[in-house]
């Protein structure tokens, strides 16, 4: 069965069009989210956020660049490759937060500014987890592969990890002040 989670933030009215015909008209009764600056501080955060998610796929693409040992490993290269998914989710969400009005509806505030927080934090635990199974791979495996390779390509992952933590301050500074109004409808 589909679920909905926004069925409940709209309401309808059965109304006579022109053409003396009943229709549906749909109202928003749901919250609004107020960003806390005006449409030219809005298009800075969206061309940050999308630096963020540039710089953060770019890290990862030249981190793949590397041909070390470890890359011919599956417990090393399959948390390698699974970073790359909520990095992708992260612009995805950069996009809807750029088409967004303002204020935003619950699905335009979730499926934009939640998204790309939520993303860019799955992204930099399932870098948390790859890094650990590159040391571990280097701990069971010492003395088979190119140690400056393996270093090289491990070195990637602390770097992941700052871009990810500078977005994280990115959008705390910039996100915070976002206030929440209450749709008020009226009612003939």
Same mark, same amino acid.
Request: with cysteine; aromatic share 18%; charged share 25%.
């Given at each position: 069965? !589909? ?31 107020? !960003? ?11 061309? %940050? ?9 770019? /890290? ?13 490993? %599956? ?32 699905? $335009?505030? $979730? ?17 948390? /987890? ?19 390779? $393996? ?14 933590? !500078? ?12 206030? /929440?109004?209450?749709?008020?409808? $009226?009612?003939?």
């Amino acid at each position: 069965m !589909l679920r909905n989670p926004y069925k409940d933030d709209y309401d309808h009215r059965p109304e006579v069009n022109k053409r003396g015909r009943f229709v549906d008209r749909f109202y928003y009764k749901g919250d609004l989210y107020k !960003l806390p600056f005006d449409q030219k501080k809005k298009r800075q955060t969206v061309v %940050l956020s999308f630096l963020f998610f540039l710089g953060m796929t770019g /890290i990862w693409v030249l981190q793949g660049l590397v041909n070390q040992a470890s890359s011919r490993v %599956l417990w090393v290269l399959g948390p390698y490759l699974f970073v790359l998914l909520p990095t992708l989710f992260m612009g995805l969400g950069t996009v809807e937060y750029a088409f967004s009005h303002d204020p935003m509806r619950r699905d $335009e505030y $979730e499926r934009g500014l939640e998204r790309m927080k939520h993303s860019a934090i799955g992204a930099m635990a399932l870098s948390v /987890i790859a890094f650990v199974c590159e040391i571990v791979f280097l701990i069971l495996r010492r003395g088979t592969y190119n140690l400056q390779k $393996e270093l090289f390509f491990a070195l990637f992952y602390p770097i992941f990890l700052a871009a990810g933590f !500078l977005f994280g301050k990115f959008y705390d500074r910039s996100f915070s002040g976002i206030t /929440i109004e209450k749709v008020e409808l $009226e009612h003939e």
